[in-house]
């Protein structure tokens, strides 16, 4: 029964990842990352983590895939190219991937496989749950909890303060000095009289007009 679980997980986290990066559409990469994470849920059940499986649940399957669906509603279902237009994507990804296979087929063969025909290690009543692991974080790994827990303050503060920031908006050119001066003289033409033309002297009177 345990091995038929283990198959059914582990079948279910390989498929669930594998559709995440090959379906085009986001909603649906997003329901089948809720079925990785659950499969997921179900391996650490079989290696005694029950607190572990539960967070996964609740925390990435539950809280984190909520978020997701927030995102991808907001997005648009937009079916996205396979190819990315970056420059040199398709030699690198490839070569990548081959090193990925090479490390992970040396890491199963070199110590997946000896452990084959053994029972597995020898876990004490209780290990795995709830009350293990407030022990661990709140006795052994004290330092390094809130250190996290810190860090984590520290992110979500300084998100707040980077949203709350507001840009100044750009003056326009008729609130810039000197600028309405040059519009008005604009809107009423080359040809209108200005304040210098007011003060020029008249023209001397003819000698007709003289006479008369």
Not at 103 to 119: K, N, P, R, V, Y
Not at 170 to 186: I, Y
């Amino acid at each position: 029964m345990v091995q038929v679980a283990f198959f059914v997980g582990a079948i279910g986290a390989t498929g669930g990842a594998l559709a995440v990066i090959a379906l085009r559409n986001p909603f649906y990469s997003v329901l089948a990352l809720v079925v990785h994470l659950v499969s997921l849920a179900g391996l650490f059940l079989l290696l005694y983590a029950q607190f572990v499986a539960a967070a996964q649940v609740v925390v990435y399957a539950g809280a984190v895939m909520v978020l997701y669906v927030f995102v991808a509603a907001y997005v648009g279902a937009v079916e996205e190219p396979i190819w990315e237009p970056i420059p040199g994507q398709r030699f690198l990804a490839p070569l990548l991937a081959v090193a990925l296979l090479v490390e992970l087929t040396i890491a199963i063969l070199g110590t997946g496989l000896t452990a084959l025909d053994s029972e597995g290690p020898t876990v004490h009543a209780g290990f795995g749950t709830p009350a293990e692991i407030g022990n661990l974080l709140l006795e052994r790994f004290l330092v390094v909890f809130e250190a996290a827990s810190m860090l984590l303050l520290i992110a979500a503060v300084g998100a707040v303060v980077l949203a709350g920031r507001r840009t100044t908006p750009p003056t326009s050119s008729a609130s810039r000095p000197g600028s309405a001066g040059s519009g008005s003289e604009v809107a009423a033409g080359p040809h209108a009289p200005t304040a210098t033309s007011s003060l020029a002297p008249a023209d001397p009177p003819s000698a007709a007009e003289q006479g008369g």
